[in-house]
């Protein structure tokens, strides 16, 4: 293949930039730092469970062990580390939480998780509230996104340009696109929330949804390589500093952190932990979710040397590992992609646009 030309540097455009590095396929990657991006205020968790319904996370068997795969690889290269592996912690409320636990747990979820309650409170959670015992999930963690963003342009840096793609400068060619002195049969667009200004792909149908966030200090929490989930979470990150997340809202599609964000998750933390603690930073980003929550992959329905990877939502670290190497196959082998992710199922909003 000739050299793929990315646009967008957060956790899509990048992950993607490592396939094709693994393939020994060569890119071009443009990216804006200053431009929105959800990836750098991501807590960056993956959980194999959704806990507000107790079942298993779309194709958690797939998602996880190439999740662990993949970014273990990007380690070793890059000689950074950002993988982290936790066991989460889910506190029950009502007995009827117990069983359902128990039961879903009992019938597909026993690759990640024990069918069993725990009574008291674990090590390091004393200062978190439990009232009815807990469960524990083993494949879970974090990546942290930002780190690994860094590190990835540190190992990229002879096919990183930092400069926003002006989409009035593509020109379309029938065998090629050509971007300023760049031409390619593969321009892959990976712009998140964005995209709504691009204008080959503006038709995709997002239902982006901005996220608040806490960094906290709190000396009595001691929580260590762990996940305390209820109504929202709490994680620890450097020494000393907690994460605490997240909110939902589908109106305001902006960057700035709300009052009425932060009084959210004070109300959330409030629930959650009974000790004393400083907000150290509040971040806010727009989450690039999809209509259907599936990822929206592959080609332009009439420019065909246009791509697009995008959709990744609230599940970015899951999903993007194990769909960008089936993109990478696609344009590589042109083996078909997944129907769920593949942007195709979207083909008449274009005709209709
Ligand atoms: C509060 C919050 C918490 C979250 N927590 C989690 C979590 O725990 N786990 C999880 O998996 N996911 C989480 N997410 C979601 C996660 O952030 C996304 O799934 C993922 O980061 C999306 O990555 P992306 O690359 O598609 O988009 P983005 O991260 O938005 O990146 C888009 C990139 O494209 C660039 N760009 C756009 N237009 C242009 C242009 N014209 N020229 C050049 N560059 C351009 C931008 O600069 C940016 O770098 C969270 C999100 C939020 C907001």
Request: aromatic share 12%; hydrophobic share 40%; charged share 25%.
């Amino acid at each position: 293949m000739n050299r793929v030309i990315i646009v967008g540097g957060g956790l899509a455009g990048m992950v993607l930039a490592f396939r094709l590095h693994e393939e020994d396929i060569p890119f071009l990657l443009i990216d804006k730092p200053s431009l929105s991006s959800s990836s750098k205020v991501a807590a960056g968790l993956w959980n194999p469970l959704v806990f507000k319904r107790m079942s298993k996370s779309w194709m958690a068997e797939e998602l996880v062990p190439e999740l662990h795969r993949f970014f273990k690889t990007c380690e070793r290269k890059t000689g950074v580390d950002f993988l982290c592996k936790r066991i989460s912690i889910k506190p029950f409320t009502e007995d009827q939480e117990k069983t359902l636990w128990k039961n879903r747990v009992y019938q597909d979820l026993s690759t990640f998780a024990e069918a069993q309650d725990y009574k008291g409170i674990p090590q390091g959670y004393e200062a978190c509230t439990f009232t009815n015992g807990y469960g524990k999930i083993f494949e879970s963690g974090n990546v942290y996104i930002n780190t690994f963003l860094e590190a990835g342009k540190a190992f990229f840096k002879d096919c990183l340009v930092e400069e926003d793609f002006d989409y009035a400068q593509l020109q379309i060619r029938e065998r090629s696109v050509v971007y300023k002195n760049w031409e390619t049969e593969t321009l892959v667009f990976c712009e998140g929330h964005l995209v709504k200004h691009n204008p080959y792909f503006s038709w995709i149908p997002l239902k982006p949804a901005k996220g608040e966030i806490l960094h906290i200090t709190a000396p009595k929490l001691k929580i260590k390589k762990g996940v305390y989930n209820r109504d929202g979470f709490i994680l620890d990150s450097e020494e000393g500093k907690f994460i605490v997340g997240s909110t939902y809202n589908w109106l305001e599609l902006n960057d700035k952190a709300s009052p009425a964000g932060l009084k959210e998750l004070e109300k959330k933390l409030s629930r959650m932990i009974s000790c004393d603690y400083t907000v150290i930073s509040h971040l806010a980003g727009v989450r690039p979710s999809s209509i259907d929550r599936r990822p929206i992959i592959g080609a332009h329905p009439k420019h065909k040397h246009l791509f697009v990877f995008n959709g990744l939502g609230a599940k970015g670290v899951m999903l993007a590992p194990y769909f960008a190497g089936k993109f990478v196959h696609f344009l590589k082998q042109k083996q078909d992609l997944p129907p769920e992710v593949d942007v195709a199922r979207f083909y008449k909003l274009y005709a209709a646009h």
